[in-house]
């Protein structure tokens, strides 16, 4: 059982807008920054998002992200089949003293 | 450009230990802390620990503690996991990742390294 709590799975069709939401608590989303990865089947994870809504140099403007007290999410616009992955948020956990991670959302395009 | 090339794939029977490698170049080693974070098979990521690699100090996750080293040679650029005591369900493929400076996001990954503990 994860810590950070996402959707199992989400979909849509190409060129449509998706959401993935984060969900923790005051020891880690509410006090710590949030950080997203892109995981293709396969393959290591790609750094996404970090520090909440920024983006490493390379990342399509298409992928967004925000947070809000112990919640975050990310947001995809314009969805292309490359977007298929998995996707994971992470933080740091204060009573933990540990990173955590979300259970990934497996996203498909229909 | 940076690369983390980890050591090949491993056999292990439970109860044994294995030390998995993950060689960096591109950037200055001891810049930038590493961590260690496992997948099991259709699992969630979990994170093992990491290493200040420029003065040797680490941290390991709770449940992990007391099994888990995480060691560097600075000469070699390579940071090493060790994990004993193997159970067949630590079944997973382990990730090296490198940790942007004063956070804890990892911006690098290496390849991954599959280790099976099996009988």
């Known amino acids: 059982q994860s810590v950070l709590t996402q959707p199992p799975s989400t979909s849509g069709t190409p060129g449509q807008r998706v959401t993935i939401s984060c969900s923790g608590s005051?020891?880690?989303?509410?006090?710590?920054?949030v950080n997203w990865y892109q995981q293709v089947p396969g393959t290591a994870p790609k750094l996404l998002i970090y520090t909440n809504n920024q983006r490493p140099s390379g990342v399509p403007d298409r992928f967004s992200a925000s947070k809000s007290g112990t919640s975050a999410s990310l947001a995809i616009s314009g969805l292309q089949s490359e977007d298929e992955a998995d996707y994971y948020c992470?933080?740091?956990?204060?009573?933990?003293?540990?990173?955590?991670f979300g259970g990934g959302t497996k996203l498909t395009v229909l | 450009q940076v690369q983390l090339v980890q050591s090949g794939a491993e056999v292990k029977k439970p109860g044994a230990s294995v030390k998995v490698s993950c060689k960096a170049s591109?950037?200055?080693?001891?810049?930038?802390?590493m961590h260690w974070v496992r997948q099991g098979p259709g699992q969630r990521l979990e994170w093992m620990g990491w290493i200040n690699t420029g003065n040797g100090d680490t941290k390991y996750s709770q449940k992990l503690q007391g099994r888990v080293t995480i060691t560097r040679d600075t000469s070699a650029s390579t940071v090493y996991m060790e994990l004993s005591s193997l159970r067949s369900e630590e079944t997973a493929v382990y990730y090296c990742?490198?940790?942007?400076?004063?956070?804890?996001?990892?911006?690098?990954w290496g390849q991954g390294t599959l280790v099976i503990v099996s009988s």
């Open positions: 005051s020891s880690n989303i509410g006090s710590n920054t």
């Open positions: 990742a490198r940790n942007i400076v004063g956070t804890k996001v990892f911006d690098h």
């Open positions: 591109g950037y200055t080693f001891t810049s930038y802390a």
């Open positions: 992470a933080t740091w956990d204060d009573s933990l003293n540990d990173v955590v």
